[in-house]
Nanobody, 118 residues
Framework: QVHLVESGGGLVQAGGSLRLSCAASGRIFSLNAMGWHRQAPGKQRELVARMTSVGSTNYADSVKGRFTISRDNAKGTLYLQMNSLKPEDTAVYYC????????????WGQGTQVTVSS
């Protein structure tokens, strides 16, 4: 079992920055990929960013150049630095832990709200 706890969400003006953190505990493995999804009101949940244990990353087109995902395997912590925030980034952001193959999200955090005002 893996337990994920997000923090760092809040209210920010457009153009501002936030840094999300995700603390992972339990039976975690540094070899597993981790990432972030988000879900805006009335929309489907979407992948924001994903990172493998060796540092390979992929981002949604809508956040490329503005968001940066990173991880500290020693601390079991995942981060998402969000810069140049836009109102359309408003959503609940969820931390993810993938299965060993990196194909499926196996665990989800409870989510943290990010609200960007115009």
């Amino acid at each position: 079992q893996v337990h994920l706890v997000e923090s760092g969400g809040g209210l920010v003006q457009a153009g501002g920055s936030l840094r999300l953190s995700c603390a992972a505990s339990g039976r975690i493995f540094s070899l597993n990929a981790m990432g972030w999804h988000r879900q805006a009101p009335g929309k489907q949940r979407e992948l924001v960013a994903r990172m493998t244990s060796v540092g390979s990353t992929n981002y949604a087109d809508s956040v490329k150049g503005r968001f940066t995902i990173s991880r500290d395997n020693a601390k079991g912590t995942l981060y998402l630095q969000m810069n140049s925030l836009k109102p359309e980034d408003t959503a609940v952001y969820y931390c993810n832990y993938y299965n060993a193959l990196g194909t499926t999200v196996e665990y989800w955090g409870q989510g943290t709200q990010v609200t960007v005002s115009s």
